[in-house]
């Protein structure tokens, strides 16, 4: 069983490098915001924090947890609201906050390479950034969603305006 146990998490500890790789890669430069893009992305940030402590055994305190989710709630509210977004060519442009991406993925990586080594208790401690930024992570795409939602479109040329 401990074989099996180390198999996943190796399996999970690559998968998680490759995906933060390929996201890094393909959010460096300014593209296109979808609204369902950012929808995925604070649902996987959901899913992602309690399957990860449900499969490594490891806990943290709510009481400890939860105000560090508010407080990346907060942080992702900010980052979110000083992003800049803008019509080109008929679609909303902008770019997604590398750091935090980055810190998310980085907190992720290193709990899970920890859980590898068997240490729960330093992995417990290292689930404290994982709530920070996945409540970060999740305010950012919620408040950007609604931000592209409420998007105004500039005028169009030669459509009878002045």
Do not use: C
């Amino acid at each position: 069983m401990d074989l099996v146990y180390r198999a996943i998490s190796i399996v999970s500890v690559i998968l998680t490098v490759a995906m933060s790789i390929v996201m890094l890669v393909t959010l460096r430069r300014e593209r296109r915001i979808g609204a369902l893009s950012l929808l995925i992305s604070a649902a996987i940030s959901l899913v992602m924090l309690p399957l990860f402590a449900m499969l490594s055994g490891a806990r943290l305190n709510l009481l400890v947890g939860v105000p560090l989710f508010i407080l990346g709630l907060l942080v992702g509210t900010i980052r979110g609201f000083t992003t800049r977004l803008a019509y080109r060519g008929g679609q909303v442009v902008g770019k997604h906050a590398l750091l935090f991406l980055v810190g998310w993925a980085l907190s992720l990586i290193l709990a899970q390479v920890v859980a590898l080594a068997g240490a729960l208790l330093v992995i417990s401690v290292g689930l404290m950034p994982l709530y920070l930024s996945t409540g970060t992570q999740v305010a950012m795409s919620g408040t950007l969603f609604l931000r592209r939602l409420l998007l105004r479109r500039p005028p169009q040329m030669g459509q009878g305006g002045r």
